[in-house]
């Protein structure tokens, strides 16, 4: 699990993304997934977009090891402490891509109404070229990626259940990304993003 794993590198211009698509062994994230569900303490805050407030359409939770809140979209969250399978998870990529991260934030998507608008992580707290790695588990979605200084520039993948997706380098500089609502009947899906907040 972790080391080794396939790596799949997307030749997007101004960006550094890769793709391992069976990062975690399939019975870890099974597992990694039920804990994470059944246990975490989820929460719906309100989000304000284009003066409109309305109920964020997943659901989330923060941890870290320092005590920074981490806020987006008029949101600030502060986190509770690491768990033993965050710990585990963030353990396995910090081997494979060395960097410590001091904080996940976990993003739950109950069916294919919830979603995630089009965005960058580029809030001050991530620092100038901040890393993300994004873990996947459970039902599998569609990311899709666009280029700001082009909108018809475009990419979609799928991301599958034990997944990792990591970005860094300049890539929030120049690329939005989201998980967008589908009418397809799909099941719930996890996501962990691990990142550093300096």
């Given amino acids: 699990m972790g080391l080794f794993a396939e790596k799949i590198v997307l030749g997007l211009p101004d960006s550094d993304i890769s793709y391992y698509p069976n990062f975690l062994k399939e019975e870890d994230a099974n597992a990694y997934f039920r804990a994470l569900r059944d246990e975490t303490p989820w929460q719906q805050d309100d989000i304000t977009v284009f003066g409109k ?3 964020q359409p997943r659901l989330t939770a923060l941890y870290g090891n320092n005590g920074k809140a981490y ?4 949101i600030t969250m502060k ?5 033993s399978e965050l710990l585990q998870i963030k ?3 910090e081997k494979e891509v060395g960097v410590a991260f001091s904080t996940c934030l976990l993003n739950c998507y109950r069916d294919g109404k919830d979603s ?3 965005h960058s992580d580029d809030e001050k707290e991530l620092g100038k070229n901040p890393i993300i790695a994004s873990i996947s588990l459970g039902a599998e979605r569609f990311f899709h990626l666009r280029y700001k200084k082009d909108k ?3 990419h979609k993948m799928l991301l599958e259940h034990g997944s990792l997706l990591l970005m860094q380098g300049v890539t929030q500089h120049h690329w939005q990304h989201q998980i967008a ?3 397809k009947k ?3 899906r996890i996501n962990l993003t691990f990142r550093v907040i300096k």
Avoid: A
């Fill in 53 to 55: 407030t309305y109920p």
């Fill in 152 to 154: 018809t520039v475009k």
């Fill in 79 to 83: 986190p509770f402490g690491f768990t």
């Fill in 71 to 74: 806020s987006y979209s008029n």
């Fill in 181 to 183: 609502k589908t009418s």
């Fill in 116 to 118: 995630n608008g089009w």
């Fill in 91 to 93: 353990t396995t990529i």
């Fill in 186 to 188: 799909i099941g719930e």
